[in-house]
């Protein structure tokens, strides 16, 4: 899913995507600090990708790609990162971000594909398949944690980027808003679980569901903490979001 705009793009970056320099911004610009040093670099608008439910043992991957140019960044004035956001707060930044962005594209990686390929697999292949589903070429790429190889644009890896950057966070809480949503909707398919209240995540809730109905078919099953069929209670580890 995804809408888009047509926006201009820096002439000539698939070919200088290895050459671009990684831009340092100013800490006093705030979440726009990335986006401002590489506008006036000639490389806006930026795209920003993150992901929801890398750590969830139930529901899909979501990754969203969001960009954004300085007009963009200024309207947005709600965007921070979506964990630390209430959920009626989300919604209306996630509103905000998809009315003030000139491109964002979502992909849903479902847990079947998770157990068949490995979460980091499909995490990163996940971030190519957003960037791709853009309609028009980016300035320039910001992922969140890890560096991701394969765009058609410069791209750099920022630590904690849904908390430092605008473009990074407007896709954290696109993905994230969307994946909660899907959650909720599996709910009602699956009401024994609580995914409405732990959105597929590791808790005593979900551990005690896990136990008492076995898994479901939005389970991923690679997870440690997901019981194989015939075992027992007490054969399998607690760990949280680990394959």
């Not at 569901?209 to 389970?219: D, I, K, N, R």
């Amino acid at each position: 899913m995804g809408r888009s705009g047509g926006y201009p793009h820096a002439g000539g970056v698939r070919s200088q995507a290895m050459a671009v320099p990684s831009p340092v911004p100013r800490r006093s610009a705030g979440l726009a600090a990335y986006e401002n040093v590489l506008a006036r670099a000639g490389l806006a608008p930026v795209a920003g990708i993150d992901e929801a439910g890398r750590g969830a043992c139930a529901g899909p991957l979501v990754v969203a790609a969001v960009v954004l140019d300085r007009a963009a960044v200024r309207k947005l004035h709600n965007v921070a990162d979506s964990k630390l956001l209430t959920r009626s707060a989300r919604e209306v930044a996630y509103g905000d971000v998809i009315r003030c962005a000139l491109d964002w594209h979502v992909v849903t990686i479902p847990a079947a594909e998770i157990d068949r390929f490995g979460l980091h697999v499909c995490n990163i292949e996940g971030m190519r398949r957003a960037y791709a589903g853009l309609r028009a070429v980016p300035g320039y790429v910001l992922t969140d944690g890890f560096p991701v190889s394969g765009f058609g644009s410069p791209a750099l890896a920022v630590w904690k980027g849904d908390q430092v950057t605008a473009s990074v966070a407007a896709a954290s809480i696109v993905a994230k808003v969307t994946r909660d949503r899907m959650m909720r909707e599996l709910d009602e398919r699956y009401p024994e679980y609580g995914f409405c209240r732990h959105k597929g995540y590791v808790t005593g809730e979900h551990l005690r569901a896990l136990a008492e109905f076995g898994p479901c078919a939005e389970h991923r099953r690679s997870f440690r903490c997901v019981p194989q069929p015939g075992q027992v209670e007490g054969e399998w580890g607690h760990e949280r979001g680990r394959p």
